[in-house]
């Protein structure tokens, strides 16, 4: 008999990119599965995952009607991942603030890593390549949060609440 597999989660809020962040993660040997974004946390528990990421998306977290995600998702006991999009929501729903962005950003950008403490950027050098794709920014995170990283047009690039595993991410590795 085999043992079970490691499992990650992605919410899927339509980024372009989910099937990458699956294929990631695979490459890292862990098993993935993409759900839709209002997948009942009751569905998600009973998989019993190592972790959850929230995709990235193109819509906005202030928009009515807007994807969501069930509160609950943040406190499974496992890390959860928010990305682009998934961070924006993550911000919002646990209390921070998003706004729309001056202007959209689309392309190559770079990112100062703050933090020595990072969890996200342990041994990574202090500058990073990125990839933007938003229109909306994070103005204030919510409690327990403290910036990871950062550059002039995000200054809440990366974000982290280790104490309870949360993680965000306002761009993309530059792939």
């Known amino acids: 008999m085999s043992a079970p597999h490691e499992l990650v989660v992605i919410l899927d809020f339509g980024s372009q990119y989910t099937q990458l962040i699956a294929r990631r993660i695979r490459e890292l040997g862990v098993y993935s599965e993409i759900h839709p974004c209002d997948t009942p946390v009751e569905v998600i528990e009973k998989r019993a995952p190592k972790g959850v990421v929230l995709s990235g998306g193109p819509d906005s977290v202030y928009r009515p009607g807007a994807p969501q995600v069930d509160e609950r998702a943040f406190a499974l006991g496992v890390p959860v991942l928010g990305i682009c999009y998934g961070m924006q929501l993550m911000m919002a729903r646990l209390g ?67 104490a309870r595993g949360l993680f965000g991410v306002q761009f993309h590795p530059e792939v």
């Open 96 to 162: 921070g603030r998003v706004e729309p962005a001056g202007e959209r950003e689309y392309g190559p950008a770079v990112i100062e890593v703050g933090s020595v403490d990072s969890v996200l950027f342990r041994g990574l050098p202090a500058r990073q390549d990125v990839w933007a794709s938003h229109g909306d920014r994070v103005l204030t995170a919510p409690a327990g949060f403290e910036v990871s990283a950062a550059n002039d047009s995000a200054p809440f690039a990366a974000v982290e609440d280790r």
